[in-house]
């Protein structure tokens, strides 16, 4: 309900829709930005840049979705928390001046209902991902990252699930905060052995999900 109320406020706005091609970068973290961005259509990855050069990833963004943290009322520009990088063949995404939508959350109780459901659903997110990664092994912390993966771009078939969506080794390990994508390689055959999960047309398949979730502590 507060989803729809929220898309039919972005539409009502007409406020601009920017469209990004693959593996292009909305922004940086660090980057001075004016606005808030809502994913209209498309996937998009926020991550962070260690010191150390390596890629650690913290969340797909779903079509609906704010992209950029909205904190800080009054400020015309606020640095970028984390980078924004598209990952499906193009994305749509609605550019709003941030001043003037939080003048607009403050004046409407129902967006104010929505900005705080975002904040509290993030939050969550984030401290079961820190959970997950304190908590697990590399084996758990990757079988998490495919319990989330099934649950983002699952698909149910024949009593399998398949992840209707490209993801490589490389960016599953910046997920579980592995450094050695051969480390993601190893395991992931060690799931196909296991007759856990297997690959088709280059897209994961789990074949049973509930050993993947007996593997992850919570």
């Not at 808030?36 to 150390?52: A, E, H, P, Q, R």
Request: charged share 30%; net charge positive.
């Amino acid at each position: 309900m507060q989803n729809r109320y929220f898309q039919e406020y972005l539409e009502s706005q007409k406020w601009e829709v920017v469209r990004k091609e693959y593996h292009e970068y909305l922004t940086y973290r660090g980057l001075l930005d004016s606005y808030v961005y809502v994913l209209k259509g498309g996937v998009i990855k926020t991550s962070v840049i260690l010191k150390d050069g390596r890629e650690f990833n913290l969340a797909y963004v779903r079509p609906g979705e704010i992209i950029s943290i909205i904190n800080d009322e009054t400020s015309n520009r606020t640095p970028a928390p984390f980078n924004i990088r598209v990952e499906s063949e193009e994305a749509f995404l609605y550019r709003v001046n941030r001043v003037e939508f939080w003048r607009d959350v403050n004046r409407n109780l129902k967006l104010q209902s929505y900005v705080k459901n975002y904040y509290r659903e993030n939050q969550q997110a984030y401290m079961y991902k820190l959970q997950t990664m304190l908590m697990n092994g590399k084996k758990g912390a990757l079988c998490a990252v495919l319990c989330e993966l099934a649950e983002l771009f699952g698909v149910a078939s024949n009593e399998k699930i398949l992840i209707d969506f490209p993801i490589t080794n490389e960016d599953i390990a910046g997920f579980c905060g592995i450094s050695s994508r051969n480390s993601v390689n190893r395991m992931m055959r060690e799931l196909r052995e296991a007759d856990i999960i297997e690959i088709n047309n280059r897209k994961i398949v789990i074949k049973d999900l509930v050993y993947l979730k007996s593997r992850v502590a919570e």
